[in-house]
């Protein structure tokens, strides 16, 4: 049984976020409206990452995001 993750509305503009995976080796959460996102975590292995899709989906979810409003 595969583990859902919950995603909080975007903390920019309360859009969609969405996991994304890059080239097999990190993943992000993105708004799907706006761009907003968290870091990069790297994985090497499965258990990683299901580990860094945790970690990022806990940091979307605390509202620690990158946004390229003004001022960031």
Not at 29 to 44: F, G, I, K, L, Q
Not at 48 to 56: C, F, I, N, Y
Request: negative net charge.
């Amino acid at each position: 049984m595969e583990d859902k993750l919950f995603l909080e509305e975007c903390p920019i503009c309360r859009g969609p976020g969405m996991l994304l995976h890059e080239g097999g080796w990190c993943v992000q959460v993105e708004c799907t409206d706006c761009s907003a996102h968290t870091v990069y975590m790297e994985y090497n292995t499965e258990g990683e990452k299901k580990e860094a899709e945790k970690s990022v989906a806990y940091l979307w979810n605390m509202g620690k995001v990158v946004s390229s409003e003004r001022g960031e």
